[in-house]
Nanobody, 120 residues
Framework: QVQLVESGGGLVQAGGSLRLSCVAS????????MGWYRQAPEKQRELVAG???????NYADSVKGRFTISRDNVKNMVYLQMNSLKPEDTGVYYC??????????????WGQGTQVTVSS
């Protein structure tokens, strides 16, 4: 089974930027949908950004205009560019992949997560 490994998290001041990367151990072309989830302390995990195999993207309202998701099927990587970060963006960010056309259906593959902390 393909494994996902995230990197790029860290501590940043409000207004700053981070770029998260997710590398897959195999081809991601099999995954019709890939995304980034976020889990803040004492909150449910939520989808913040997703991208389909056709490069269609969707974003949570809270990150629209600030975050950009992209995928590179040649390098087997997915990225999340996060700009204008806010303290409420703090959480563990997980890379997610599924062969289904949308999350929550069929097989799901998760990374181990990377911590993002935004200080005020």
């Amino acid at each position: 089974q393909v494994q996902l490994v995230e990197s790029g998290g860290g501590l940043v001041q409000a207004g700053g930027s981070l770029r998260l990367s997710c590398v897959a151990s195999g081809s991601i072309s099999r995954f019709n949908f890939m995304g980034w989830y976020r889990q803040a302390p004492e909150k449910q995990r939520e989808l913040v950004a997703g991208v389909t195999s056709g490069r269609r993207t969707n974003y949570a309202d809270s990150v629209k205009g600030r975050f950009t998701i992209s995928r590179d099927n040649v390098k087997n990587m997915v990225y999340l560019q996060m700009n204008s970060l806010k303290p409420e963006d703090t959480g563990v960010y997980y890379c997610y992949a599924t062969p289904a056309n949308s999350p929550g259906w069929g097989i799901s593959v998760w990374g181990q997560g990377t911590q993002v902390t935004v200080s005020s």
